[in-house]
């Protein structure tokens, strides 16, 4: 099974700042590469798919890069609704593992 | 609009068995392969699941086969999860979720809660 491995686990940030949060495949993965945002109680939300494709209606602060085995999830500037968690994972393969996830909170 | 609605959760013994569904509208349910990934409490997200537009090809976590059958009825426009055996790691929100052209998950419902304790 192809391991998914995000960092940081937690993240402290302020309205306005620029997030990156990193994830890395255990194999190469190609493009294969989605991210999610879910909020306590709540379904978890496609944000971006295939590494760097925006879902329809995600604002343009939301944007992916990267191919093969790293990948990055880039929040332009913080907005009050952006505190959550979020989950990368790979669609390569089956199992389509997901990451540990990275909690954004509040500074 | 795409809608996806669980049902069947509830509180269950070790070693008993639950029906979940997975009820969808507003697209064309047999042209989609579908999933069920859960979420223990305070966890994150689990892989467990996956069965094909016609229903001829499933996968399964470790976590869950032979326990578990994924299942789907085209013409009544549901998915099923039969949950054999049960255990109390298997503790968690249950969702379903459609995979899109590029494998991605694209809607999700918002999950059913299944508790297994004595």
Redesign the interface.
Known sequence: DIQMTQSPSSLSASVGDRVTITCRASQSISSYLNWYQQTPGKAPKLLIYAASSLQSGVPSRFSGSGSGTDFTLTISSLQPEDFATYYCQQSDSIPNTFGQGTKLEIK | EVQLVESGGGLVQPGGSLRLSCAVSGFTFSNYEM?W?RQAPGK????IS?ISGTGNTV?Y?DSVRGRFTISRDNARNSLYLQMNSLRVEDTAVY?CAR??T?????Y????TLVTVSS
Do not use: F, I, P
Request: aromatic content about 28%; glycine content about 20%; proline content about 0%.
């Open positions: 999933n990934v994150g997200l689990e892989w996956y996968h976590a969702y995979r899109g590029y494998r991605h998950y694209d999700w419902g918002r999950g």
